[in-house]
């Protein structure tokens, strides 16, 4: 079941991207193609991302503890909209003139933030694997994983700054990820008040792997 559920997560998730191509051949993306293809995919960036961190408190709040198996896909797709947004940018809106890319960066706030995301990004996915977690180890790759928040928070900031006039959508994310890292924060609060009461001793806390303990993905950050 688990198996087959990955299937169909993976073609839905491949549903954006279709849709968009399609719109493409078919010349529906109108006056301004470039800037329908960067929009897309970077709402579709932040919608994935905003899903990879859904998954912890989705799975703690239902009990369904499978959802886990779903997050390092979602989060992969997060980086694969997002590298498409960013390769339509350096391409079809600068055609790889770096000049104009270090001059965007320096000078448009909006952009240096947007960069930051994708960069914070980079790492996640290169150490998605069960190899890098048994080469850094549980904790150290707990801590790394923690920069998808940061990716995260940087992209709601680059779509703020980005959008001029109407900040509805913007401002959603923000509420979204909000809540998301709220709960984080909440449920971190009585974790870290109960190691302190018992002086030391080891708490066993889920989804976080003791020191130099062996897990599968499934179970980290």
Not at 44 to 61: D, E, N
Not at 126 to 140: A, D, Q
């Amino acid at each position: 079941m688990i198996r087959w559920a990955k299937v169909v997560t993976f073609l839905v998730c491949l549903g954006p991207l279709v849709r968009l191509g399609w719109k493409a051949y078919n010349g529906l993306l109108g006056a301004n193609p470039i800037e329908v293809i960067t929009h897309s995919t970077g709402d579709w960036t932040l919608i994935f991302l905003c899903g990879t961190l859904a998954v912890s408190p989705l799975r703690m709040l239902t009990k369904q503890y499978w959802l886990i198996r779903f997050r390092r896909m979602l989060g992969l797709f997060a980086m694969f909209y997002g590298t498409l947004h960013f390769t339509t940018y350096i391409w079809l809106d600068k055609f790889f003139d770096v000049h104009e890319m270090v001059k965007d960066v320096a000078k448009r706030p909006f952009i240096t933030m947007g960069f930051t995301a994708f960069v914070l990004m980079i790492p996640l996915a290169i150490t998605s694997t069960r190899g890098w977690i048994s080469r850094l180890g549980g904790k150290r790759w707990n801590l790394l994983h923690r920069l998808i928040y940061f990716s995260a928070i940087a992209g709601v900031i680059h779509y703020v700054w980005l959008v001029k006039k109407d900040l509805t959508k913007p401002l959603e994310y923000a509420a979204v990820l909000t809540v998301l890292l709220g709960y984080r924060l909440v449920w971190a609060i009585p974790v870290v008040s109960s190691r302190r009461s018992l002086s030391g001793k080891p708490v066993a806390v889920p989804g976080v792997i003791p020191s130099g303990a062996k897990a599968p993905i499934e179970e980290c950050r």
